[in-house]
């Protein structure tokens, strides 16, 4: 978030970003079939406790070598998360 005491929705969003590589246990012919991506997202506030996510990932799988295939991929992930205030004390009157 970019700010602690939000008082903008553009202050609100979430922004995300990252990177991952698996080295994958699976192997063919002898070559291993390993996988990158970079990714990067929004978290969009919808009320005070909710907000919808939005995901882009795009990534490579596999490799050209030993008549092998490689894939290349683009993921996009869209997902709704809503919270509630669960350990509150309420003062009565």
Known sequence: LPARDPKSYLERVAYRGGFAYNASYLQ???HPINEWFVSGGLGL???LQSRIDIGLQY???GT???SLQKDT???LSVSLSASEAWFLTIEED
């Open 28 to 30: 063919l012919n002898g």
């Open 45 to 47: 506030p919808l009320g």
């Open 59 to 61: 990534g490579v799988r």
């Open 64 to 66: 050209l070598s030993n």
């Open 73 to 75: 991929f683009l993921r």
